[in-house]
């Protein structure tokens, strides 16, 4: 038999064993399979593709996802475990394989337990080495292709060691599970869920799922919102899981940990070696606890923070547009454009000749951006729930029924839900003729942030209407160009250039007299600001409306200025 078939014969049988278990192979022919695994990378990895096909597709077939370990690996939702005793013991088995627990299973399941480990295993490493290889690529073809748990948000004088690829560490660069290592400086990543981390080199951690990594070494501070509670930092032998905190970890290259709650509290455990006991320490607000993984103690210490990293605060980068970026707007005859880039008598001004001013109330304010750079822009900053905010056109505006198209450059701060802009035509308290808001769920579907939504109501109301609803598509602190456009009820929706949703809704009348708002969902004159909803937390800036539609060509020429 050629080397070529034999190939083929073993990765055969192998997937066999994998699925099979004993069944048609005998114990001689695994012990084989099981010494090629070991000993051939080529094999060990085109197994590991195999298994990993082979996982998406019984994730796709089955009625709820299963093997949740794995699912998180692969950014699959997390759904009820199967309803079979066979199949709870094998996702039980799965869990032990890929968190190294002990794991109790009859004795005719030795064999299996034997190949879902090491197959656990190899199919973790064949999706890391992957997603190597198309981690520096194309941002929006790695959300395309494996959803981000989290964004890096800030860099400051970070040197990364080789899992990086080609390009070092940017600013707003999507991580998806694997390896993170850093030689020196600092980094920021946030998660989907609102959780910031901070890491300081050198450090060498794996990103495991949207709630949990594995820091081997180094030190971390981490800050967990309302809401996101449970995330959790294993550490050689041990972990600390949140209790809704801000708390530091300091892992030693000896495995042992220390652990500082800043604020609220948390949980270190720590599993007794020769046992299967895990001790537990509840720390509450400034305590702090050594875990020391060779005894298994947890040692509470008096509170010295000056082992741990010290709080960094989060900057969204300037947003740098190509010169004449602003002629090129005026040029496409926009009904309405404001640059966000002054005050004048206390509005910020049309740049279109006889259309009305915005109006900013409560928390939004403008930035001025440094004269030294005359690419960078100046942007409103709205200050979210904690100084709540919004702009409003001075004027109502006839929105034309045929065709409109809204377009503009944010970056949020947050995961919640927060309105970008909305029209509304005065009849009823939340009487929308349109609204793109920020949102975390959609109909039917658990909370996942980073969707857009961009709605169309006719008549104009409360309630009902065409949505579109994207995928995941952003993170925080990075700027995006979006564009909400719609004619005779054809709507589309483009995210940094690219058509992210479009559907079919009711047309709207000729013209419909109706109020411009940014930065929350509805806002009347004397309203208390307390009272506003969905308030954005973020910077907007270039804002334009249309009376027409843009051009796919337009669209993406305009995305691309920042780059």
């Excluded at 509840?282 to 923070?305: F, M, N, R």
């Excluded at 929308?432 to 949102?439: C, D, F, K, S, T």
């Excluded at 949505?467 to 940094?496: C, D, R, S």
């Amino acid at each position: 038999m050629n080397p070529e078939s034999t190939f083929e014969k073993d990765l055969q049988d192998a997937l066999i064993a994998w699925q099979e278990s004993s069944h048609g192979i005998n114990e001689e022919r695994t012990t084989e399979l099981l010494q090629r695994v070991r000993d051939d990378a080529t094999f060990r990895k085109a197994l590991a593709l195999q298994v990993w096909t082979l996982t998406q597709a019984r994730l796709a077939q089955a009625p709820e996802p299963r093997w949740l370990e794995l699912n998180e690996v692969l950014g699959i939702e997390n759904g009820n475990t199967g309803t079979s005793h066979e199949d709870a013991e094998f996702d039980a088995t799965l869990r032990a394989a890929l968190q190294d627990e002990p794991s109790h299973q009859p004795a005719g399941w030795a064999a299996r337990w034997s190949w879902l480990g090491l197959a656990a295993t190899i199919a973790v490493a064949g999706i890391l080495t992957i997603w190597l290889t198309l981690r520096p690529a194309n941002r929006e073809t790695d959300l395309r292709k494996f959803p981000p748990l989290a964004v890096l948000v800030q860099v400051e004088d970070a040197k990364a060691a080789g899992t990086w690829g080609p390009q070092p560490p940017a600013s707003g660069m999507n991580l998806t599970a694997g390896p993170l290592m850093l030689k020196s400086g600092r980094l920021s990543l946030m998660f989907a869920s609102g959780v910031v981390l901070h890491v300081e080199g050198p450090a060498q951690l794996d990103l495991l799922t949207a709630d949990r990594i594995l820091c081997h070494d180094g030190r971390v501070r981490l800050r967990v919102p309302k809401g996101a509670e449970g995330f959790c930092i294993e550490t050689p032998g041990g972990a600390v899981t949140d209790l809704g905190t801000e708390l530091g970890v300091s892992v030693g290259k000896d495995g042992n940990t220390q652990v500082a709650v800043f604020e609220g509290e948390a949980e270190a455990s720590l599993r007794i070696p020769g046992q299967e006991g895990v001790r537990t320490e509840l720390l509450t607000a400034h305590q702090s606890a050594k875990l020391i993984p060779s005894t298994g103690e947890i040692v509470t210490t008096a509170p010295d923070l000056a082992g741990f990293l010290p709080a960094t605060e989060l900057h969204v980068p300037p947003l740098q547009l190509a010169a004449g970026y602003e002629e090129k707007i005026s040029a496409s005859h926009p009904v309405h454009y404001w640059r966000m880039d002054r005050l004048e008598q206390g509005l910020i001004p049309n740049e279109v000749a006889g259309a009305p001013a915005l109006r900013p109330v409560g928390g939004m304010r403008l930035e001025t951006a440094a004269p030294e750079s005359p690419t960078t822009r100046t942007v409103a900053h709205f200050g979210g729930k904690a100084n709540p905010g919004a702009l409003y056109a001075v004027e109502p505006w006839l929105a034309p029924g045929a065709a409109h198209a809204v377009e503009m450059w944010f970056a949020s701060t947050t995961t919640e839900q927060m309105s970008l802009f909305a029209f509304t035509t005065g009849k009823a308290p939340n009487d929308h003729l349109e609204l793109v808001e920020l949102a975390v769920r959609q109909p039917g579907r658990s909370p996942r942030p980073g969707i857009v939504r961009y709605l169309t109501r006719w008549p104009a109301g409360s309630g009902g209407g065409i949505n579109i609803y994207t995928e995941p598509k952003f993170l925080p602190y990075q700027w995006h160009h979006l564009v909400a456009q719609q004619a005779n009820g054809k709507m589309e929706l483009y995210l940094n250039g690219h058509l992210v949703g479009k559907a079919d809704a009711d047309p709207f009348a000729p013209q419909i007299p109706c109020t411009i708002q940014f930065g929350c969902l509805r806002y009347n004159e004397g309203r208390a600001l307390a009272q506003l909803q969905r308030t954005f937390a973020g910077k907007m800036a270039e804002v334009a409306i249309y009376d027409r539609l843009l051009t796919t060509e337009e669209i993406r020429e305009r995305a691309t200025s920042d780059r």
